[in-house]
């Protein structure tokens, strides 16, 4: 499969792609690319979506209001997202060395990767929350629903839209943090660019980049706006 889709670029843009930049290396890099983004989504979403529910339930007035998770938690969230993500991605390459053995290569860069979207997908996961009519909650409460229930019966589904809308700005946020990665050698279309773009002034790599970027976010915010509006 791979052999062949390289096989096609190969052909399609031989006419005009004059770079020292090969066809493979290109696909290599967006199989990285892609890498980072499926597994950093991933466990982002997973942290996301628990800090966004114990925020939720834990604030004032919330179902299971706890003041001191709620105030302790809140500030490491403003704290972790209020920092640059190049600079986010020096700072934790001791955690990502103890954790994946290496600080370079594609699993090295979704440690900080997950770092910097978890806590930016929190926020926007419970914005979607705190969207939800408080009549909703108050009859599921009224019919006797457990907290658990509250969430994923009631909240959950009825922010559904919402949610699908916010998750595709974090997945566009995160393309161009992977791209950022490649500064540090984390491999992808950023490392290419830097590499053959920057160093080696190629300007057909950056452009190239640009046009895959570009294409890329297309793609995710056209199918997040689809997915939005199903029932």
Do not use: C
């Not at 705190?130 to 909703?136: A, K, M, P, Q």
């Amino acid at each position: 499969m791979r052999e062949s889709i390289v096989r096609w670029l190969t052909e399609l843009t031989a006419p005009f792609w004059k770079s020292s930049l090969s066809i493979d290396q290109f696909v290599t890099a967006m199989q990285e690319t892609l890498h980072m983004v499926f597994f950093a989504m991933l466990f982002g979403t997973i942290w996301g979506l628990i800090q966004a529910i114990v925020l939720l339930v834990t604030r004032p007035n919330g179902i299971l209001t706890n003041r001191v998770i709620y105030h302790t938690l809140n500030p490491i969230v403003n704290a972790l997202r209020s920092l640059p993500f190049i600079i986010l991605l020096i700072a934790v390459i001791p955690l990502t060395k103890l954790l994946v053995g290496t600080s370079i290569g594609t699993w090295a860069a979704i440690v900080p990767l997950t770092i910097y979207i978890g806590p930016y997908m929190g926020r926007l996961i419970e914005t979607s929350l705190l969207e939800v009519n408080e009549g909703i909650i108050e009859s599921a409460q009224a019919m006797g629903a457990t907290p658990l229930q509250i969430i994923f019966k009631f909240i959950l589904p009825e922010a559904r839209s919402s949610l699908i809308l916010n998750l595709t700005t974090a997945t566009i946020s995160l393309i161009g943090a992977t791209a950022m990665a490649g500064a540090v050698g984390a491999g992808g279309v950023g490392d290419l660019a830097i590499s053959y773009g920057y160093q080696r002034f190629d300007s057909s790599v950056v452009i190239l980049t640009v046009v895959v970027l570009l294409i890329m976010v297309q793609i995710v915010q056209s199918l997040g706006d689809w997915l939005s509006r199903l029932r």
